[in-house]
């Protein structure tokens, strides 16, 4: 069964003259009408106390737990048992009035200011500099039909020199396929290259970075050749070749974030032994079509920083 609330309950702390029985059992039988308890001993949560004094008719019902005091008088021209009536039925009707007054909300704290979080520190800086990039772009190859498109992976590390920013920057290329078409052949092929620059920052700002740099490398060819009869193409076997080379480009960088960045890079090429030309053709046919000497470059790119030198 639920557990009923217990009734509320009212102390009769004084009672002058102390021989007034005939208040006390009057007053309980009106507030036992109103479900509250009278009693003359000790209550944990007591709703109020009366202290009641019939020879001056000053009657006073006091309530901590409401934070209010009512005071009420009995007329000194009412007498005897009607003067004791009369007096409980004052002390009822404030204590019904108590009973239809919400206790006092306890005061709210103010609450403590909270401090704002710090600002993250900056990311420590690293004495080497280190950042990977991909990117994709055109390469002048020769041929009717000369440009063809790549991509490419890099990693560059910089070492901090008073104002400049030093670095090494290794290039990775690939090129899917490409095709140098002749007068009675084509050689059709695939590219992988390899560079290593060292280069140096030339501007700094807002903006970004200005890069140069200067090296070397290789390209491995894997050529394979076609020779045309009418509308025909013979192929011959594909044949890897290498042609090392020195490179130079140029770089810009544009901040994206505090660790990406995005980047243009115009470079160029020049071999220093052309790539040889695949499988011996007859004598009859023209000079197979080569990739050019020099070949320059564009590349468009991501890289992202995972060690940052001082700037």
Same mark, same amino acid.
């Given at each position: 069964?639920?557990?009923?609330?217990?009734?509320?309950?009212?102390?009769?702390?004084?009672?002058?003259?102390?021989?007034?029985?005939?208040?006390?059992?009057?007053?309980?039988?009106?507030?036992?009408?109103?479900?509250?308890?009278?009693?003359?001993?000790?209550?944990?949560?007591?709703?109020?106390?009366?202290?009641?004094?019939?020879?001056?008719?000053?009657?006073?019902?006091?309530?901590?737990?409401?934070?209010?005091?009512?005071?009420?008088?009995?007329?000194?021209?009412?007498?005897?048992?009607?003067?004791?009536?009369?007096?409980?039925?004052?002390v009822a009707a404030a204590i019904e009035?108590?009973?239809?007054?919400?206790?006092?909300?306890?005061?709210?704290?103010?609450?403590?200011?909270?401090?704002?979080?710090?600002?993250?520190?900056?990311?420590?800086?690293?004495?080497?500099?280190?950042?990977?990039?991909?990117?994709?772009?055109?390469?002048?190859?020769?041929?009717?039909?000369?440009?063809?498109?790549?991509?490419?992976?890099?990693?560059?590390?910089?070492?901090?020199?008073?104002?400049?920013?030093?670095?090494?920057?290794?290039?990775?290329?690939?090129?899917?396929?490409?095709?140098?078409?002749?007068?009675?052949?084509?050689?059709?092929?695939? *590219?992988?290259? #390899?560079? /290593?620059?060292?280069? +140096?920052?030339?501007? $700094?700002?807002? @903006? !970004?970075?200005?890069?140069?740099?200067?090296?070397?490398?290789?390209?491995?060819?894997?050529?394979?050749?076609?020779?045309?009869?009418?509308?025909?193409?013979?192929?011959?076997?594909?044949? *890897?070749?290498? #042609?090392? /080379?020195?490179?130079? +480009?140029?770089?810009? $960088?544009?901040? @994206? !974030?505090?660790?990406?960045?995005?980047?243009?890079?115009?470079?160029?090429?020049?071999?220093?032994?052309?790539?040889?030309?695949?499988?011996?053709?007859?004598?009859?046919?023209?000079?197979?079509?080569?990739?050019?000497?020099?070949?320059?470059? +564009?590349?468009l790119g991501l890289t992202f920083a995972?060690?940052?030198?001082?700037?």
């Amino acid at each position: 069964m639920p557990c009923l609330a217990a009734s509320p309950t009212v102390v009769l702390r004084s009672l002058a003259p102390a021989t007034s029985p005939a208040f006390e059992a009057s007053l309980g039988e009106m507030l036992g009408r109103l479900e509250v308890t009278l009693t003359r001993g000790a209550a944990d949560v007591p709703l109020a106390f009366v202290d009641a004094d019939l020879s001056s008719g000053q009657l006073v019902v006091d309530s901590p737990s409401r934070a209010v005091t009512i005071r009420r008088a009995v007329s000194s021209d009412v007498t005897g048992d009607v003067r004791v009536e009369t007096a409980a039925a004052l002390v009822a009707a404030a204590i019904e009035v108590l009973l239809h007054t919400d206790p006092p909300r306890p005061p709210m704290r103010a609450a403590a200011p909270v401090a704002p979080d710090p600002p993250r520190p900056p990311p420590p800086a690293s004495p080497i500099g280190l950042e990977l990039g991909v990117g994709i772009g055109p390469r002048l190859m020769g041929g009717s039909d000369p440009v063809d498109f790549g991509a490419s992976l890099q990693a560059l590390a910089t070492l901090p020199l008073g104002l400049q920013r030093p670095g090494v920057l290794f290039v990775a290329g690939y090129q899917p396929g490409f095709e140098l078409t002749g007068e009675s052949t084509a050689v059709r092929g695939q *590219l992988l290259s #390899a560079r /290593l620059f060292v280069q +140096l920052e030339l501007a $700094r700002g807002r @903006l !970004g970075r200005l890069e140069a740099g200067a090296g070397g490398g290789v390209d491995v060819f894997s050529l394979a050749r076609f020779s045309r009869e009418g509308e025909l193409l013979r192929p011959a076997p594909s044949r *890897l070749t290498a #042609a090392p /080379l020195v490179s130079a +480009l140029v770089t810009w $960088r544009f901040p @994206l !974030g505090e660790r990406v960045d995005l980047f243009v890079t115009a470079s160029v090429d020049g071999d220093l032994r052309a790539p040889r030309a695949p499988p011996d053709r007859p004598a009859t046919e023209s000079a197979d079509p080569l990739p050019w000497t020099v070949r320059p470059m +564009l590349q468009l790119g991501l890289t992202f920083a995972p060690l940052r030198t001082a700037r």
